[in-house]
């Protein structure tokens, strides 16, 4: 058949209900069917992925690909571990990770920093604060990849430095980690020229007698959608916002960035059946979305 | 992006499985894709409403719409309460509530008896039997509404004044109230011009050796679906069918009208992103149906 | 209305998940829109038929059809029978049954063993081992129907005697019933020429040292699709592939063939509104794609 399969997603949620962000998100990057399935335990997985493997020759198994989603990261990290089980061989499709939006609002945040550093972030200092959270987590990971010097936070330095340990062992590369307590945090932040915050809503991360007295300080983002924003004086749609001594990005700043690089992750899945795009896969794909179009 | 965004509804239904019925004729009406949800409660609405408001730009948010449905009507409203609640400024989307057809249904009911007085029904005297369900209390709201001089009848007055009380809160008029029993029917509607049966099924609310002898009655209408009908005399294909001395309608013959309602409200949902279908809204979009064309 | 309204298919699963799998396929055979639910109950499906039946005029419900399917063929046929008693007169859609795949995999092994005896299997003496199974049963039924001489094998004599018992009474032939054990084996299929195995995954049911002694033989044909195969010598993609003296088809090769049956049967369900494809009406499916082309 010359003509080309009609694009299935299948949208695997591991809460209550599949996320209707993701799934108008999906349309949107464009696909013909959406198949929403919800509360998706890894148990499961095994047969609603053979339904995906062997229900198309394989030059059409590009036309049907899987996003994992749902509240809960840790339970979408297991429903990848288990979606990855089952292929073998050209009997796979591919898989776009993004529980709880964890992975593409990283890339985001990310490629949102290094916009500010003409494209690269290699050798450049940067901390993040509430690096134990999801989202943390894999901002910290991604700066590491990208050659950042990075320090991770955490109100308890023991639990930044299991982070630091986890990423370690991912990328070869281990971050300093910092217990950011009001005493310590000035100290811990010296030098730096990016601040992430990932903490959670509501949660003071850096006040902003602390960060107008870095004067290595360039650039602040801040994650947290719902004010009071973790970083005082940044707000929520700061996009490169002049804020004091250096430019600032909120939430839904860096949001915009985010919705980008979710479509075009999704459109990533049907060029090829073999994609598994996790954090760093995705933000190459932001950083594709920004390089300059070849002469 | 100067293409229209693809419509999108998001069938929020409380009942174990989400409505077939509501699915196919909102299919019909016209969207590209149907998210359906089962067993939605109020709690769970504000993620999912979220997903809507904030996955488009505000131009293109009148082709994502909402449609709340499901068995019953008093969960459907508490989820139309939550929704409202969600939105703000100009970040909302247009939703139509019609939990176990409620709406339309008795939006149907008054539009066919308003077709039976020359588009206007202030004035007329009118009845509701079993006005104390779902579908009687939206009829003798809408009557209400029209200026009909209207009496709502229960098998239990006290019941049928408690609706009174709520029409008259929600409308500034309030409807007379009687009980349908059999000794009292017969003067309770005497002078009626309009009788309208929504009783439970099975359950006759009007014998024809009362409506016989009421020589002002013109319009009897049944909404009862399931033989043995309310109105005795009536049958469910009745539209506008002579019987006696009076034109009769049944549950089938107001059901195309209905059919015609529903699938025009769904239409509106994608013509604006601040639309709230209620009764009063979706009677008249079907006004406007049989509104004659402008010269 | 001139132009045929949205084809949309309502797949009704009896399992946690509704399948991935018969979701694709059914997309590949061509639809517009497919609703899916999952854990249906007898008792849900006359609300869900009769939004079916009511929601689109006469000349328009053959694009309104029933896909029953799941892991359990008996909750599936109970969902059918379910379907079956809503329906009345014209006011009904066609259903295609096909839980755990077995009707299209039965349908296909016996089109495959078909095809081996020139299009015809009259008088042919054939036998199924496994035969007392969702997908032997249905085995043992259409070759019944098709003529064939048949002889059903189970490792419980009593169990294999039951199914024919059910067999005569829904086709009025009364297959032979033999006990599958390793002494009885060689003698119960003494002049056989085809041997279908339908038998549990990971279980022996036919030893090359017995069939290779069946001089008579001529075709092998082996359901499972997880190695080892039933059928010792068999390979999973046999497909008319010559095996000592015999033909034989593996679980892959006969994949092809039902992959057709099922997907035309999908575009039969909207050729009309009234078909009901069960084993039989899929048999014949498969042997109409098998027809010459008229001259």
Not at 148 to 175: F, H, K, N
Not at 212 to 226: E, F, G, Q, R, S
């Amino acid at each position: 058949m010359a003509d080309a399969k009609p694009r299935i997603l299948i949208q695997l949620d591991t809460s209550p209900h599949a996320s209707v962000f993701d799934a108008v998100t999906a349309i949107d990057a464009g696909l013909d069917h959406l198949l929403q399935y919800r509360e998706v335990q890894p148990d499961q997985v095994r047969d609603l992925i053979h339904g995906a493997m062997f229900t198309r020759g394989p030059g059409d198994l590009k036309s049907t690909a899987v996003f994992i989603g749902g509240a809960s990261v840790d339970a979408g990290e297991a429903l990848l571990e288990a979606v990855k089980k089952v292929f073998f061989g050209p009997f796979r499709v591919s898989v776009l990770f993004d529980s709880s939006g964890a992975n593409t609002t990283a890339a985001a945040a990310v490629l949102a920093a290094t916009r500010e550093f003409e494209g690269a972030l290699a050798g450049v200092p940067a901390a993040v604060l509430g690096a134990t959270g999801p989202v943390g987590r894999r901002v910290a990971r991604l700066l590491c990849r990208q050659g950042a010097v990075t320090r991770i936070g955490s109100r308890e330095l023991e639990r930044a430095s299991q982070v630091a340990d986890s990423i370690q062992a991912q990328t070869g590369v281990r971050p300093a980690s910092f217990a950011s307590t009001t005493t310590t945090l000035a100290a811990a932040l010296d030098g730096v020229q990016i601040v992430i915050s990932a903490g959670a809503a509501c949660a003071r991360t850096l006040p902003d007698e602390v960060w107008t007295k870095l004067p290595a300080l360039k650039v602040l983002i801040d994650l947290n959608a719902v004010p009071p924003l973790g970083i005082e004086g940044v707000e929520v749609a700061d996009r490169s916002t002049p804020r004091g001594h250096v430019r600032a990005w909120g939430a839904i700043g860096v949001g915009g960035l985010k919705m980008k690089i979710h479509k075009q992750a999704v459109r990533t899945l049907f060029a090829s059946n073999d994609a598994i795009l996790d954090a760093e896969e995705i933000l190459a794909i932001g950083q594709a979305i920004d390089a300059p179009a070849p002469p």
